[in-house]
């Protein structure tokens, strides 16, 4: 089967099969990198508690009491996001058209293998930026901008070999990848000006009203009014009978 496999990859175009050996290798790649993420993290906590435990640690306030922190989605994130599932959806078509292909016995099942693995490499990629929102990410991960601007490289080598296949041989060269490689030109040419930039559009904003105090008297905010009660002022009648108390019991009435 492995021969079978390596045999049909021969038969595929150089740039299909390339694209298939990239992405699944960037895939690998971006497996890995989770893993390791989430054993470092692992790490990090069992040596917290581990340090909390003997003692020596210390609270540490991250937050300050009543912020929040929202997220200022521009225009540039929701275009990129746009462009990512166009492209899935583009890849996602030229899967059906080469499954109704392979069904009616006009096309190898092979012509599967490439926009297969798109499919999953855009997955990835749409999974990434959408999880930038929710991490307030103000860049793009390194990974996934290397990823976009492969991607967009690919797209021009396969447009320059169809575009001079199609002058020579016209519209018998046309299939569903020449079609699915034009119209997600445009849309990779964008993710690729984005990678290099590297920003990605979100700011995280801290929202710090919930710190103010829900009464404030006017006449506190006076420079030099210290007196906050009638004690001061009031008599030795006032403080035998706690007369003086009668304003501040009706403020709190």
């Excluded at 790649?29 to 003997?54: E, M, T």
């Excluded at 210390?58 to 462009?83: L, M, W």
């Excluded at 967009?152 to 447009?159: D, E």
């Excluded at 829900?214 to 035998?240: I, K, Q």
Aim: proline share 2%; charged share 15%.
């Amino acid at each position: 089967m492995g021969f079978t496999l390596l045999r049909a990859l021969r038969d595929l175009p150089v740039v299909e099969s390339s694209s298939i050996f990239i992405n699944l290798t960037l895939f690998l790649v971006f497996i890995f990198a989770i893993s390791a993420r989430r054993l470092l993290l692992c790490l990090r906590r069992r040596r917290f508690f581990k340090h909390d435990a003997v003692g020596n640690s210390s609270s540490v306030n991250v937050g300050v009491a009543g912020e929040t922190r929202d997220v200022e989605i521009t225009i540039g994130y929701k275009v990129s996001a746009f462009c990512c599932f166009f492209v899935l959806i583009v890849q996602v078509s030229v899967l059906a058209s080469d499954v109704l292909g392979v069904i009616k016995k006009s096309r190898e099942i092979y012509v599967l293998f490439s926009p297969a693995t798109q499919i999953l490499a855009w997955l990835v990629l749409c999974t990434s930026v959408v999880r930038c929102n929710y991490t307030s990410a103000e860049k793009f991960p390194f990974l996934l901008r290397l990823w976009w601007i492969v991607e967009f490289l690919i797209c021009v080598w396969a447009l320059f070999i169809d575009s001079r296949e199609l002058v020579v041989n016209g519209s018998s060269h046309l299939s569903s990848h020449v079609v699915g490689n034009f119209v997600a030109a445009p849309a990779l040419a964008f993710l690729c000006f984005l990678a290099f930039r590297g920003v990605s559009g979100l700011q995280a904003v801290t929202n710090f009203n919930l710190l103010d105090p829900l009464l404030v008297e006017e006449e506190e905010e006076e420079a030099g009014c210290l007196n906050v009660t009638s004690y001061s002022d009031a008599g030795l009648f006032s403080l035998a009978t706690l007369s003086w108390l009668n304003p501040l019991l009706s403020l709190g009435a």
